[in-house]
C-alpha cells in the first residue's frame, strides 16, 4: 500500500576503501543523532506527541508524504458530499485503522472517506482565486494586485482557521493531533466558498443566500470532525464537559465572518 523507496538491486559502484577515520567518525555519529534528536522532537511538536497512532502516523508523513494525494475520483465526489451536505451523511464519521509494521495506522483517503485529505482543499483554493478573477473581470476592477491582494486574503483565511482549529483541539486536551491534519480540514472551506463564488457569478443576489448556508455546513462538518478527532483519536479529555461544547459552537459561529470575509471581492 505505502510505497517504500530502496537500494536498487543488481547495481554496484566503484569499490572504495576509505582509510579509517576514528574522529571523523565520532563527529558524524554525534551530529547525525543531534539532528535526529532536534527533527524528532520538534516533529512530535508539529505533527504531534506520542500517542498509539501518531507514532506511527509521523513516521508515515516522513517516509510516505504522498499520503494526503492518494485519491480518486469516487474519493472526491463522496468526499464534496460530506462536506457541502453534511446533514445527509448518514454514515460514521470514524477513521477506519489498519496494522502497518506491528502498528495501527490510518487508512489513506482513496479508502476512508473521512480520512483528511489535501487534493481538493488545494484544488478548491485554486478554483477559489481563478473565480475571484472572473469576478474582478465583470466588476470591472481586474488587476494583477487586485488578483494578488485576494490571493493573500485567501492563504490568510486558510491559516486563521488552522489556528482556530489547532486552538481548539490544544484548549481541549487533543493538541497532539497532526498538523497536516489539521490544514486539510481548514482548506475544506474554500469548497463551499468556491461554489458560492460560481453562484454569484451565475445571479450576483445568490450570494445573500448560499453564502449563510454554506457557513452552517462548514460549521456542522467541522463540529463533527472535530469531535471524532477528540473523542476517537485522542481520548484525552472528558466527553460531556460543557466548556467542550462552547468551544465547538465558537469554532461553529466563527465559519460566518470568515466566509464573509473571503468571499468579498475588493480591488
Same mark, same amino acid.
Given at each position: 500500500m505505502y510505497n517504500n523507496l530502496g537500494n536498487q538491486a543488481g547495481v554496484q559502484g566503484p569499490t572504495i576503501n576509505p582509510q579509517p577515520n576514528p574522529f571523523g567518525d565520532a563527529l558524524y555519529g554525534a551530529g547525525s543523532g543531534l539532528i535526529r534528536g532536534s527533527l524528532g522532537a520538534y516533529g512530535e511538536r508539529f505533527l504531534g506527541s506520542s500517542s498509539e497512532f501518531m507514532q506511527s502516523n509521523i513516521s508515515r508523513y516522513f517516509s510516505n508524504p504522498q499520503y494526503y494525494f492518494q485519491v480518486n475520483d469516487q474519493y472526491v465526489r463522496n468526499k464534496l458530499k460530506v462536506i457541502l451536505f453534511p446533514f445527509l451523511h448518514r454514515g460514521h464519521w470514524t477513521r477506519i485503522t489498519e496494522p502497518v509494521g506491528g502498528r495501527l495506522s490510518y487508512k489513506p483517503p482513496v479508502y476512508d472517506i473521512n480520512a483528511p485529505d489535501l487534493y481538493i482543499p488545494f484544488m478548491?483554493?485554486?478554483? @477559489? +482565486? +481563478?473565480l475571484a478573477g472572473f469576478l474582478f473581470g465583470l466588476l470591472g476592477k481586474f488587476s494583477p494586485e487586485a488578483l494578488s491582494l485576494q490571493f493573500t486574503r485567501g492563504l490568510a483565511g486558510w491559516f486563521l482557521q488552522v489556528l482556530i482549529l489547532k486552538g481548539l483541539l490544544y484548549s481541549l486536551g487533543g493538541g497532539e493531533a497532526p498538523l497536516l491534519d489539521i490544514?486539510? /480540514?481548514?482548506? /475544506?472551506?474554500?469548497?463551499? *466558498?468556491?461554489?458560492? *463564488?460560481?453562484?454569484?457569478?451565475?445571479?450576483? !443576489?445568490? !450570494?445573500?443566500?448560499? *453564502?449563510p448556508w *454554506?457557513?452552517?455546513?462548514?460549521? #456542522? &462538518?467541522?463540529?463533527?470532525?472535530?469531535?471524532? #478527532?477528540?473523542?476517537?483519536?485522542?481520548?484525552? @479529555?472528558?466527553?460531556?464537559?460543557?466548556?467542550?461544547? /462552547?468551544?465547538?459552537?465558537?469554532?461553529? +459561529?466563527?465559519? &460566518?465572518?470568515?466566509? &464573509?470575509?473571503?468571499?468579498? +471581492?475588493?480591488?
Amino acid at each position: 500500500m505505502y510505497n517504500n523507496l530502496g537500494n536498487q538491486a543488481g547495481v554496484q559502484g566503484p569499490t572504495i576503501n576509505p582509510q579509517p577515520n576514528p574522529f571523523g567518525d565520532a563527529l558524524y555519529g554525534a551530529g547525525s543523532g543531534l539532528i535526529r534528536g532536534s527533527l524528532g522532537a520538534y516533529g512530535e511538536r508539529f505533527l504531534g506527541s506520542s500517542s498509539e497512532f501518531m507514532q506511527s502516523n509521523i513516521s508515515r508523513y516522513f517516509s510516505n508524504p504522498q499520503y494526503y494525494f492518494q485519491v480518486n475520483d469516487q474519493y472526491v465526489r463522496n468526499k464534496l458530499k460530506v462536506i457541502l451536505f453534511p446533514f445527509l451523511h448518514r454514515g460514521h464519521w470514524t477513521r477506519i485503522t489498519e496494522p502497518v509494521g506491528g502498528r495501527l495506522s490510518y487508512k489513506p483517503p482513496v479508502y476512508d472517506i473521512n480520512a483528511p485529505d489535501l487534493y481538493i482543499p488545494f484544488m478548491a483554493f485554486g478554483t @477559489y +482565486i +481563478i473565480l475571484a478573477g472572473f469576478l474582478f473581470g465583470l466588476l470591472g476592477k481586474f488587476s494583477p494586485e487586485a488578483l494578488s491582494l485576494q490571493f493573500t486574503r485567501g492563504l490568510a483565511g486558510w491559516f486563521l482557521q488552522v489556528l482556530i482549529l489547532k486552538g481548539l483541539l490544544y484548549s481541549l486536551g487533543g493538541g497532539e493531533a497532526p498538523l497536516l491534519d489539521i490544514v486539510a /480540514y481548514g482548506g /475544506y472551506a474554500f469548497t463551499g *466558498m468556491s461554489l458560492t *463564488m460560481l453562484a454569484r457569478l451565475c445571479w450576483s !443576489y445568490t !450570494y445573500y443566500f448560499l *453564502m449563510p448556508w *454554506m457557513s452552517l455546513c462548514m460549521g #456542522v &462538518f467541522l463540529v463533527k470532525t472535530m469531535k471524532r #478527532v477528540l473523542f476517537t483519536e485522542m481520548r484525552s @479529555y472528558e466527553k460531556h464537559s460543557s466548556r467542550q461544547h /462552547y468551544l465547538l459552537l465558537f469554532m461553529a +459561529i466563527a465559519q &460566518f465572518p470568515l466566509f &464573509f470575509w473571503l468571499g468579498k +471581492i475588493a480591488a
